[in-house]
């Protein structure tokens, strides 16, 4: 039995199809691995607008209305979306664990909050 495996002369492919493909020899030393994406900077670069007529967009001069949607509110301290504010305070917070993180801040920290977001409300 041996001899008859010994002695055949079956040839493989370099590669089986059903194999994965090591990274060493897909990349060889020396060559990227990724796609390399351009900044914005580089395009801007790259382009020659001052062949370009104005009214046609570009990077350089797009304009976009305002949103549709109401803008996001987010939690003074911990920074996640929050949909709730504190009346007594007035900030923003995520949950019920800064919730008494909050009640339990003085006074003078929650004028540092509101200040940090440009919220000019005098506590009583």
């Given at each position: 039995?041996?001899?008859?495996?010994?002695?055949?002369?079956?040839?493989?492919?370099?590669?089986?199809?059903?194999?994965?493909?090591?990274?060493?020899?897909?990349?060889?030393?020396?060559?990227?691995?990724?796609?390399?994406?351009?900044?914005?900077?580089?395009?801007?670069?790259?382009?020659?607008?001052?062949?370009?007529?104005?009214?046609?967009?570009?990077?350089?001069?797009?304009e976009s209305p305002p949103s549709l949607?109401?803008?996001?509110?987010?939690?003074?301290?911990?920074?996640?979306?929050?949909?709730?504010?504190?009346?007594?305070?007035?900030?923003?917070?995520?949950?019920?664990?800064?919730?008494?993180?909050?009640?339990?801040?003085?006074?003078?920290?929650?004028?540092?909050y509101l200040a940090l977001r440009n919220?000019?409300?005098?506590?009583?």
């Amino acid at each position: 039995m041996e001899a008859e495996v010994v002695s055949s002369e079956m040839v493989l492919p370099a590669a089986l199809p059903f194999k994965r493909v090591q990274m060493s020899d897909k990349y060889p030393k020396g060559q990227s691995r990724g796609r390399h994406w351009k900044h914005l900077k580089q395009i801007l670069q790259a382009e020659n607008y001052a062949s370009l007529p104005a009214h046609e967009p570009n990077y350089l001069n797009i304009e976009s209305p305002p949103s549709l949607y109401p803008s996001k509110k987010y939690c003074d301290m911990t920074g996640f979306e929050a949909p709730y504010t504190d009346p007594r305070t007035k900030l923003r917070y995520a949950n019920p664990d800064v919730f008494k993180r909050i009640r339990s801040l003085p006074n003078e920290y929650v004028q540092r909050y509101l200040a940090l977001r440009n919220a000019a409300i005098i506590l009583r």
